[in-house]
T-cell receptor, first 110, second 113 residues
Framework: AQRVTQPEKLLSVFKGAPVELKCNYSYSGSPELFWYVQYSRQRLQLLLRHISRESIKGFTADLNKGETSFHLKKPFAQEEDSAMYYCALSGGNQGGKLIFGQGTELSVKP | GAGVSQTPSNKVTEKGKYVELRCDPISGHTALYWYRQSLGQGPEFLIYFQGTGAADDSGLPNDRFFAVRPEGSVSTLKIQRTERGDSAVYLC???????????FGEGSWLTVV
């Protein structure tokens, strides 16, 4: 079965502290993994995808196929990073259909 | 338009009534997706269109839910005999082609009372 698990519903850190949002997945083939972000009162938007291997707003994520994980990391959190973060996967030949995790709310305190 | 547009933004309806939710994708996008998001959950896939045809409707929960995209642009999600459990945010998204970056609308908040 295809599944994405985000074990933390809420993660609270202080400004300047490192952040790691956890994501584990279950998929029998070679999925593509994504992180989406939803800022307060805004629409869901793509943050990054593993195939592009780029850093967006200081965030990075590495796909670990052995551990079936795609954790999102940032070395120094900023208050403007406070948002809901969703990990998602897309399987091959599925037309880009996304399977989402339950989301983690990140709260960065001043 | 500049982004995916959904109407209405909010809809309150009585149990048993029929509801239509509309999605206007980004111009030129051939793939269109519908998701449902309940409180405290991530978006849940319902159906996706490639052009006018439903390429994958495996996420539709039952036969009360139906979606169309007759001209390959605007799509309508139709819910018959609404139930309180249908209350959720219904998200529409589109991409240039299936597999490209998916852009979401702001959603339609449906409340069934």
């Amino acid at each position: 079965a295809q599944r994405v698990t985000q074990p933390e519903k809420l993660l609270s850190v202080f400004k300047g502290a490192p952040v790691e949002l956890k994501c584990n997945y279950s998929y029998s083939g070679s999925p593509e993994l994504f992180w989406y972000v939803q800022y307060s009162r805004q629409r869901l938007q793509l943050l990054l995808r593993h195939i592009s291997r780029e850093s967006i707003k200081g965030f990075t994520a590495d796909l670990n196929k052995g551990e079936t994980s795609f954790h999102l990391k940032k070395p120094f959190a900023q208050e403007e990073d406070s948002a809901m973060y969703y990990c998602a996967l897309s399987g091959g030949n599925q037309g880009g259909k996304l399977i989402f995790g339950q989301g983690t709310e990140l709260s960065v305190k001043p | 338009g500049a982004g995916v547009s959904q109407t209405p933004s909010n809809k309150v309806t009585e149990k048993g009534k029929y509801v239509e939710l509309r999605c206007d994708p980004i111009s030129g996008h051939t793939a269109l997706y519908w998701y449902r998001q309940s409180l405290g959950q991530g978006p849940e896939f319902l159906i996706y269109f490639q052009g006018t045809g439903a390429a994958d409707d495996s996420g539709l929960p039952n036969d009360r839910f139906f979606a169309v995209r007759p001209e390959g642009s605007v799509s309508t999600l139709k819910i018959q005999r609404t139930e309180r459990g249908d209350s959720a945010v219904y998200l529409c998204a589109s991409s240039f082609q299936a597999g490209n970056t998916i852009y979401f609308g702001e959603g339609s908040w449906l409340t069934v009372v």
